[in-house]
């Protein structure tokens, strides 16, 4: 990375409510990487625990965004998606990948759509398929168990063991230009392990975190972003993904107990613990 190094980050703005966007950017920022925005909607909350709430879809916005950065020639070393409104814009992003991405960028997918066995509301196997061709672009995806079997068309259970979740990986390298980092897998230790696979090198790795028992929404954003942050200064899969779990696990620790704080987790408190993780990993 240099100091010119510019990443732009394709997800939803939740104006209340950690996540997508407003987890990106000042997280990406804290590694001192210039980032980019491309709204894929603007919902007044995120859809978790939430009624009543607004979207602007703003899928046809993408094509004359997409045409004045080319008139500026405004480019882009990596390129990281989350959270897509529709399946429309799915075609949109790879256009943008093609015409906006540097020639070496990276781009990294985290096919956010599903969790805990369920589809996101408004998404289905349809955007699925949709979302596998997209991740075939990707230098890194980020899926969870759940978006990884409906990527694959397999069945999701609560937990798997550790040869299925090597299994699936595996069988995620179909649909990746390198990396697959699959999240999710649950030891006896009680510790939250991922699993890093470079298809290049033919390797596969488990990297562990402490697990907290606190579910909140956000908080695979928080581990994306902090995954791509990392990755853009240099850190290895493995060092970067461990990195990134224990920036969640510490936004987590913050957040338990807090009644009134259900919406997200509270990275913003331990944001400056990046630069210690960084040394440490």
């Known amino acids: 990375m240099n100091e010119n190094t510019k990443i732009l980050t394709i997800q939803d703005i939740s104006c209340f409510g950690q996540c997508s966007i407003t987890v990106a950017l000042p997280v990406i920022s804290a590694f001192g990487i210039e980032t980019a925005i491309l709204p894929s909607a603007v919902l007044s909350t995120h859809t978790s625990g939430f009624t009543g709430y607004t979207v602007r879809d703003l899928t046809e916005d993408l094509p004359a965004i997409q045409k004045h950065w080319e008139s500026e020639g405004i480019e882009f070393d990596a390129i990281y998606t989350g959270f897509i409104a529709s399946i429309e814009q799915l075609d949109y992003i790879k256009d943008i990948i093609d015409s906006r991405l540097k020639s070496e960028g990276l781009v990294f997918v985290d096919p956010a759509m599903a969790d805990h066995g369920e589809f996101y509301n408004g998404f289905d196997q349809e955007f699925a398929d949709k979302m596998g061709e997209l991740c075939k672009l990707g230098d890194y995806i980020l899926p969870n168990t759940t978006e990884a079997c409906y990527i694959l068309h397999k069945p999701w259970k609560e937990n798997f063991s550790k040869e299925e979740m090597l299994d699936m990986a595996k069988e995620l390298s179909e649909f990746t230009r390198r990396y697959v980092i699959l999240k999710g897998y649950e030891n006896e230790d009680n510790e939250l392990g991922m699993i890093i696979l470079d298809k290049k090198e033919s390797t596969i790795e488990i990297v562990y975190n402490d697990k907290i028992d606190y ?48 919406y997200g987790v509270k990275f913003e408190q331990v944001i400056l613990d990046l630069n210690e993780l960084l040394e440490s990993y």
């Open 215 to 262: 579910v909140s929404h956000g908080t695979g954003d928080v581990f994306a972003s902090a995954f791509v942050g990392s990755t853009m200064v240099g850190k290895a899969p493995t060092s970067a993904a461990k990195i990134a779990g224990e920036f969640t696990k510490k936004s987590i620790e913050k957040t338990v107990g807090d009644e009134t704080h259900k």
